[in-house]
């Protein structure tokens, strides 16, 4: 089997490497070998942030190659747009619809693009847009942004739920295991393909 | 058992399974997490020593001693530690000593993307390079058999992308290590000129040795394949070359210094075409170029950033693999948080106009727009020794106009010496310290000032004040970051004295601080749009059209955008 391919990308602080974590362990439990790839140190203080997730029986590089992601899971849709060429011409991008302004534009030396969503959908094959922060914020708790796009991503993946709750259980911590199991429930329901 | 880890932690693990009897770093990205995670194993002892020269040292008095012993740094951090590097090389281990260190090409989280290799050439230590978390933990193991087998320290050089990615490793248990004997031997541990001139002698054996035994190292492996193509390459490059020509026969080099001639040879007379793939400077090509080989890959690679399987693939074949464009998008650079106790002292440099030489850390951010604090940054404490350096070459007068910046963590890293520079030669300097209470741009480590260990425990707290105060500066001040009026009033009148001084601002990071402080929101009624606060570069503060907010779950409290505003247009939300 060719590898599976998970670009999930987003702004500084916003969950993305946990998101990246329980995705690697559930394909390591189900017997995929995994590679990810992470950003730490200086990007991480709100810059642009990228995690690379591939599984299948056999990965060497840790990096997706420009034009090789099977998904991009975006946090905010300005990041959805800036990694858009990695995915492939089969590509799904499942989109985070919440705006968080980079500095440049807050100064207003740059310019938030207005028409982003539709600009992501004319460079993806197909596109999945969720209000995922509000869905999160109506569960009590806006971290959990995070599950509720695992839960649109798991849709798109044959991987057993069964197997996605436990590793979800297994990798946030204790007290939120009940909101997080919500959350990515939430999710899963939200997708409509 | 099988486990997913970083590269930094299957080190660790490593570490672990060695028998490790001493674990020593100062904090760098992309090093940090191998010492962070062997502090977790109990029997292993772990420090974060005050930078790494002083790691080093420790570490060799612990392979000394008798106790393997593992010492981790970014590259630049190896600079620091050179001194000690190049010595060791001479006197040799006894038990184990393995250096990590932690390269970044493509410059991550570093201000350059220098290349250790050329350490291990010209200290004549043999380095190792891993390509994922599997061979990072062997490797370790492997490192600590040969550092004891030929009595030498032994590199094993990370990158970015090895430290940083997540891959399978089987997990193993850990050997046994007996403390190996102690002997005093002046000959062997007193380098001076008699006896270092006889250790230089080993020194060179010891490498011819390394080199004819590299000819039969499990570590340098051949791959056959489809004999047109031959390619030697190492570390990470060598997944990137899988992924994208699985058919090219490959020689993967485990030991980059010093290279196996004859393997080299061998394998370049089985092909047809051979490429050297490696990152950054070209090391092993130019090695084997001396060796009267043919290579195609003369000049193909840049010596700048990193590599990719799509410039690989596009370099030996002349074909795109994937071809697409970036959308054009605003950047987004990395920010100073909401709440850091860093902004309102650069905010206050920028609006008395005063330069400042910079150093490393989050503080450096505060080097870009709008808050543009800082007019320099070298190095790990450099920003003492240079704004003494600009007084002593345009004059008291000048230096009125500039401050030194640096971090509590840098200061005790590097910036002590600098301060005692001003004060023997008579400078009037004024220095900062931005004592956030942690090491924070690498993701809150301690030292000695914040009275705890790497393991959690307690430990004696270095006292900024008294140790400034006993290398003879008068005058200090400690201020609270956040009263932005006295922070102000503090800048100018140290400024102004004809004697050195610090001021401290002393806050913890922003991060650190776990009660959060009731959010401000902007009166639309009040706010006439000056945009003063958006001066501030605060993640919260947004503005849509002229109409300024703030984002309450951002905001953390610091108030300081309320201090600053005009006309009272910012205030606390109640309940």
Redesign the interface.
């Known amino acids: 089997m060719a590898t599976t391919n998970i670009l999930i990308v987003g702004?500084?602080g916003q969950g993305t490497l946990l998101a990246s974590?329980i995705i690697?362990?559930l394909a390591?439990d189900l017997g995929y070998?995994?590679?990810?790839?992470?950003?730490?140190?200086?990007?991480?203080?709100?810059?642009?942030v990228v995690t690379h997730v591939k599984y299948g029986n056999k990965?060497?590089?840790?990096?997706i190659?420009?034009?090789?992601a099977d998904i991009i899971i975006a946090f905010e849709k300005?990041?959805a747009?800036?990694w858009?060429?990695?995915?492939?011409d089969t590509g799904t991008m499942i989109v985070n619809n919440q705006r968080i302004?980079?500095?440049?534009?807050?100064?207003?030396?740059?310019?938030?693009?207005t028409d982003v969503m539709d600009?992501i959908k004319s460079?993806s094959f197909r596109c999945i847009e969720v209000d995922a922060l509000n869905i999160a914020r109506n569960l009590g708790n806006?971290k959990v942004l995070n599950t509720v796009l695992l839960g649109v991503l798991a849709k798109q993946l044959d991987m057993p739920i069964k197997n996605w709750l436990a590793a979800v259980e297994a990798n946030v911590p204790s007290k939120t295991i009940a909101i997080n199991k919500k959350a990515f429930n939430e999710g899963y329901n939200q997708s409509i393909w | 058992m099988k486990e997913l880890l970083l590269g930094n932690e299957a080190i660790a693990r490593g570490a672990y399974e060695a028998g490790v009897k001493v674990a020593t770093a100062y904090p760098g990205t992309p090093s940090t997490e191998i010492t962070e995670c062997i502090a977790k194993y109990d029997n292993i002892y772990a420090e974060w020593s005050p930078n790494e020269k002083v790691a080093l040292e420790v570490a060799i008095g612990s392979a000394i001693s008798g106790g393997r012993t593992i010492v981790s740094m970014k590259h630049v951090g190896l600079n620091v530690a050179a001194d000690p590097l190049f010595t060791v090389a001479y006197t040799g281990v006894n038990a184990g000593l393995v250096i990590v260190v932690a390269d970044d090409p493509g410059m991550h989280s570093s201000q350059n993307e220098q290349n250790t290799r050329y350490y291990g050439k010209a200290a004549n230590i043999p380095i190792l390079e891993p390509s994922d978390s599997q061979e990072a933990k062997d490797f370790v193991i492997f490192a600590f058999e040969l550092s004891e087998k030929y009595d030498t320290p032994v590199i094993i050089r990370m990158t970015t992308r090895v430290s940083h990615s997540q891959s399978i490793v089987e997990l193993c248990e850990p050997q046994g290590q007996k403390l190996k004997e102690y002997k005093k031997d002046i000959s062997k541990y007193v380098m001076m000129p008699g006896m270092a001139k006889a250790r230089h002698i080993i020194v060179e054996d010891r490498m011819n040795n390394l080199a004819d035994d590299s000819n039969s190292m499990s570590i340098n492996e051949v791959e056959t394949n489809d004999r047109s193509v031959g390619i030697i390459t190492s570390g990470i490059s060598y997944q990137y070359v899988k992924e994208v020509l699985p058919n090219a026969s490959i020689l993967k080099l485990g030991m980059v210094y010093p290279l196996p001639d004859k393997l080299i040879r061998e394998f370049a007379s089985t092909v047809d075409k051979l490429y050297v793939i490696e990152e950054l400077e070209p090391f092993i090509e130019e090695h084997v170029k001396s060796m009267g080989i043919e290579i195609a890959s003369d000049g193909l690679f840049s010596i700048q950033g990193e590599l990719s399987g799509n410039i690989i693939y596009s370099k030996l074949t002349g074909k795109e693999l994937n071809k697409k464009s970036p959308a054009a998008v605003p950047g987004r650079p990395p920010v100073l948080c909401p709440g850091c106790p860093h902004r309102g002292v650069y905010y206050a440099l920028k609006k008395l106009k005063l330069h400042a030489t910079g150093d490393i850390g989050c503080y450096t951010l505060g080097a870009l727009p709008p808050l543009e604090g800082i007019d320099t940054c070298i190095c790990m404490g450099a920003s003492i020794g240079m704004v003494h350096g600009i007084e002593k070459t345009r004059g008291r007068k000048e230096t009125e106009k500039w401050i030194g910046v640096i971090g509590d963590s840098t200061f005790i890293h590097s910036g002590i010496t600098g301060l005692i520079d001003i004060v023997y030669n008579k400078g009037i300097s004024t220095v900062v310290i931005l004592d956030n209470s942690t090491t924070g741009m690498t993701g809150h480590q301690d030292h000695p000032a914040t009275g705890k260990t790497i393991k959690g425990e307690p430990a004696p707290v270095l006292n900024l004040v008294e140790l400034i105060s006993a290398i003879g500066i008068k005058n200090i001040k400690v201020v609270d970051p956040y009263d932005i009026a006295k922070v102000e009033e503090v800048l100018m009148e140290e400024t102004k004295r004809q004697e050195p001084s610090v001021i401290i601002f002393s806050r913890p990071c922003a991060l650190l601080t776990k009660k959060k402080e009731k959010p401000f929101t902007i009166d639309q009624n009040k706010c006439r749009h000056c945009n003063i606060c958006m001066g501030l570069a605060c993640p919260a503060i947004t503005r849509d059209g002229k109409t300024l907010s703030i984002d309450k779950t951002l905001c953390n409290g610091c108030g300081l955008c309320a201090d600053i505003c005009r006309f009272n247009a910012i205030e606390r939300l109640v309940d």
Do not use: W
């Open positions: 702004v500084g974590r690697g362990n390591m070998d995994v590679k990810m790839s992470e950003v730490h140190g200086m990007s991480q203080r709100g810059g642009s990965v060497f590089s840790p990096l190659e420009i034009g090789t300005l990041e747009l800036r858009s060429h990695y995915l492939s302004d980079p500095l440049p534009v807050i100064l207003g030396t740059a310019h938030y693009p600009e460079r806006d």
